[in-house]
């Protein structure tokens, strides 16, 4: 069956801004798209500026627990993460299917219509695993499913504790498998139990050169390079983390990755922040992608990545929430110019297409969904419709300048995944009360005992 979908106004790429599109749909992908026509009976309508559907290029759905809930006090990432520990020590299947639920949820409202999950809570507390050693993948997957957003399970090895190999202690313990080779063990049979659903992938991740002693990271490499599946990995993100892979291995991390076969175009590097000039080569050389997360980057004071030298290369420029201290990819859009401009004390370095482009084009296929993310012919059915006379975006007319640098999340009004209404006039469809999930979910992880 063939649907259509009316758009007062389409942005078709680059800085191109059509009026009254309309985009027929059959089996959830665009067969056609009209530009300069007129709203037809039985059309399905969109106002505002209609965009492809937003991807969150990295997430950690459990530490949406922890916004404001650490911003007292002096600190550092390393004093925040002891929090974030604390959290995950309190999971368990059923809470994290339903903070899943109401996370995603909550995306899917701001115009995301597929995440990448970097899910490396795996066991029970002190390590054992669950009769189902995937239970909490799975918790993922349905918390995605429910939401109605695209998922990519991002499955994590975490091993060690430092790049020494340190083993895993405290709360860590239920983020490793044991060996490089047991976590490939665990996430084919993970792949293998989700099989052909549409709306999931499941790629790889190594934790960082910290959670993975090199010994190990082998068998994450050939894993993702045998299904030809994504390969994220946090690198570089504190001058800490650097400091100590010097001292150990005599290497920066991005050296590192690139010693044991893990740069690539299939590979992308989150958070990139501290790079040398040979780190910028090899990830060039070798069109390795980074993904920036600027407003949790900024919230825990990691620094300001180099992003137009990283633009300027071959790899794919994506972009996260992370620890969504907020969950809004426009405001992680136009950090990355605005950050810039602090840094560089010069305005407009990176236009606002690429910025958008960004959030759209290079997260899907960042995340192995390589036919999303743009209007065209054959692609994933998803539209988002931002408002463009809101008390933010009055005035400023249907432009990407005003979608990047004024709109914000509640902006968006409608929302199709595939070609199904997942938001309607800010409503989600499947959950109705997302602020009320969000809080229960929360207060029975946070206040477990």
């Excluded at 995306?107 to 219509?113: E, H, K, N, R, S």
Aim: glycine share 10%.
């Amino acid at each position: 069956m063939t649907d259509t979908w009316w758009c007062e106004h389409a942005w078709l790429g680059g800085d191109s801004v059509a009026d009254g599109v309309l985009f027929a749909v059959n089996d959830g992908r665009i067969t056609t798209i009209e530009t300069d026509t007129t709203a037809q009976p039985g059309s399905h309508r969109l106002r505002g500026l209609v965009i492809p559907g937003l991807a969150n290029a990295h997430s950690h759905a459990f530490h949406r627990a922890l916004r404001s809930r650490t911003q007292r006090d002096r600190g550092s990432f390393w004093t925040w993460r002891d929090l974030m520990y604390r959290a995950a020590d309190r999971l368990n299947p059923d809470r994290y299917r339903r903070l899943a639920r109401a996370v995603y949820a909550e995306m899917a409202l701001a115009g995301i219509t597929a995440v990448g999950e970097f899910h490396y809570v795996h066991h029970d507390s002190g390590g054992a695993p669950y009769a189902d050693p995937n239970a909490m993948g799975h918790a993922v997957i349905d918390g995605a499913a429910d939401a109605g957003i695209r998922l990519t399970l991002l499955d994590t090895c975490y091993l060690s504790s430092a790049p020494d190999g340190s083993p895993l202690a405290g709360p860590q313990q239920r983020f490793g498998d044991g060996t490089g080779d047991e976590w490939a063990q665990r996430v084919e049979a993970l792949r293998q139990q989700v099989g052909a659903q549409p709306a999931v992938l499941v790629g790889a991740a190594m934790h960082s050169v910290r959670g993975v002693p090199i010994e190990h990271m082998p068998s994450v490499v050939e894993w993702a390079a045998a299904h030809s599946a994504p390969l994220h990995v946090h690198s570089s993100e504190q001058i800490r983390e650097v400091e100590q892979c010097l001292a150990v291995h005599g290497r920066t991390p991005t050296a590192v990755l690139r010693d044991i076969g893990a740069l690539g175009p299939q590979s992308t590097a989150v958070h990139a922040t501290h790079l040398t000039a040979e780190d910028f080569a090899d990830l060039d050389r070798t069109s390795t992608g980074v993904c920036f997360c600027p407003t949790t980057e900024r919230d825990l004071g990691d620094g300001i990545g180099p992003a137009p030298a990283l633009l300027a290369g071959r790899g794919l420029f994506s972009l996260g929430s992370d620890s969504h201290a907020v969950i809004d990819l426009f405001e992680e859009a136009r950090a990355v110019e605005l950050n810039e401009r602090l840094a560089s004390r010069v305005r407009g370095a990176i236009a606002a297409d690429r910025l958008l482009m960004a959030a759209t084009y290079d997260g899907h296929r960042a995340l192995g969904w390589a036919d999303a993310g743009e209007f065209v012919m054959g692609a994933h059915a998803d539209f988002v419709a931002v408002q463009m006379d809101s008390i933010r975006t009055a005035g400023g007319g249907a432009t990407v300048e005003n979608v990047v640098f004024a709109a914000a999340a509640p902006d968006v009004t409608d929302v199709v995944v595939d070609g199904r209404a997942v938001v309607v006039d800010r409503k989600h469809v499947t959950v109705p009360n997302v602020e009320t999930e969000l809080a229960s979910a929360i207060a029975e992880l946070m206040d477990a005992r």
